[in-house]
């Protein structure tokens, strides 16, 4: 079975500095997707951010970027120029390749950002 | 475009009692999943629905069962409540094939 783990529960940054939050995942398949989820206190989730297993380069959205290892199995999220719209829990997901059967997303525990100013 | 939206926002029953949850898909999306969230974690999968079939389910138990109607919305019904079924319950829909989840803002369950 998939797994996903997030060992940093909460996390803190100033505003306009970088942080880094960690994840990692253990699977057999050799092609998936990873993502970072937000989720304000809303509670609506936002997708952040996506990896796919096969492409070696690390995604970037704007202000956020990804350290994709995969013979590690880590996949962490970097945002820079923190903002105080950045504060949410941040959940790492995992999925393998959409089929007729499986096609959930698996997702580790979350990581709390505070922002300070 | 009116995304991924959930009724009620929040509810509270009562130990025993049946719940239905329903979400209505963003436009065009045929793919809903359902998820459930306990405080402070990550959501876990229920199952999910495609052409009013479940196409897969997760490691919950029979009192859970869901419906999905020909417009692609879909319902959550969970039967004898329990303390520990208190949490969010998202809703997220998708095209068939496609890799990214649209989650709606969740119904707050609290079962007293």
């Known amino acids: 079975a998939q797994t996903v783990t997030q060992s940093q529960p909460e996390m803190s940054v100033q505003e306009a500095e970088t942080v880094t939050l960690s994840c990692t995942y253990d699977?057999?398949?050799?092609?998936?997707?990873l993502f970072w989820y937000k989720q304000p206190p809303s509670r609506q989730m936002i997708l952040v951010i996506r990896?796919?297993?096969?492409?070696?380069q690390n995604a970037t959205e704007n202000r956020f970027s990804v350290n994709f290892q995969k013979a590690a199995k880590s996949f962490s999220l970097k945002i820079s120029d923190s903002q105080l719209g950045d504060a949410a829990m941040y959940f790492c997901?995992?999925?393998?390749?959409?089929?007729?059967?499986?096609?959930?997303?698996?997702f580790g525990t979350g990581t709390r950002l505070q922002v300070m100013l | 475009d009116a995304g991924v939206t959930q009724s009620p926002t929040h509810l509270i029953k009562t130990r025993g009692q049946q719940v239905t949850l329903r979400c209505s898909p963003k436009?065009?999306?045929?793919?809903v999943s359902w998820y459930q969230q306990a405080l402070g974690q990550g959501p876990q999968f229920i199952f999910q629905?495609?052409?009013?079939?479940?196409?897969q389910r997760g490691n919950f138990p029979d009192r859970f069962s869901g419906h999905q109607f020909p417009n692609y919305s879909s319902e959550l019904n969970v039967n004898a409540l329990l303390l520990g079924d208190s949490a969010l319950y998202l809703c997220?829909?998708?095209?068939?094939?496609?890799?990214?989840?649209?989650f709606g803002p969740g119904t707050r369950l609290t079962v007293t």
């Open positions: 997220a829909s998708s095209y068939e094939y496609s890799y990214e989840q649209y």
């Open positions: 699977t057999s398949e050799s092609d998936y997707y």
């Open positions: 990896q796919e297993a096969y492409k070696q």
């Open positions: 997901a995992y999925r393998i390749l959409p089929s007729d059967t499986a096609s959930k997303l698996t």
């Open positions: 436009s065009g999306h045929d793919t």
């Open positions: 629905y495609y052409e009013e079939e479940e196409r």
